[in-house]
């Protein structure tokens, strides 16, 4: 297995909360800073959040800030994305994805996965 896998995802109502997994094999895993990245119907994927290697360091899009927290668990080969105060705008297909380089940037991406949907109603 080299592409990350994602799970977790589903739907839920506005305001509600969720937490995406995705594991990430000893070859893309703990040696790369890893991100999730969303796309919804008819619109460019975009970065939603990375961490780096140990933990070292987050970031966030500006429309996440605040209730999205990215962590990882390196032992595991575990990423997650604890998502809270759900918006109808979150609704996407939601992708882990390893790095080559830390960012939010699609360019920086070095293996996808498959995506888990991620649906809010209002």
């Known amino acids: 297995q080299v592409q990350p896998v994602e799970s977790g995802g589903g739907s839920v109502q506005a305001g509600g909360s969720l937490t995406l997994s995705c594991a990430a094999s000893?070859?893309?895993?703990?040696?790369?800073?890893m991100g999730w990245f969303r796309q919804a119907p008819g619109k460019e994927r975009e970065g939603v959040a990375y961490?780096?290697?140990?933990?070292?360091?987050?970031n966030y899009a500006d429309s996440v800030k605040g209730r999205f927290t990215i962590s990882r668990d390196d032992a595991k080969n575990l990423v997650y994305l604890q998502m809270n105060s759900l918006k109808p705008e979150d609704t996407a297909m939601y992708y882990c994805?390893?790095?080559?380089?830390?960012?939010?940037?699609?360019?920086?991406?070095?293996?996808w996965g498959q995506g888990t949907q991620v649906t809010v109603s209002s």
């Open positions: 000893k070859f893309t895993g703990s040696r790369r800073c």
């Open positions: 961490i780096g290697t140990n933990s070292a360091n987050t």
């Open positions: 994805a390893a790095l080559g380089v830390c960012g939010l940037w699609v360019e920086n991406v070095r293996y």
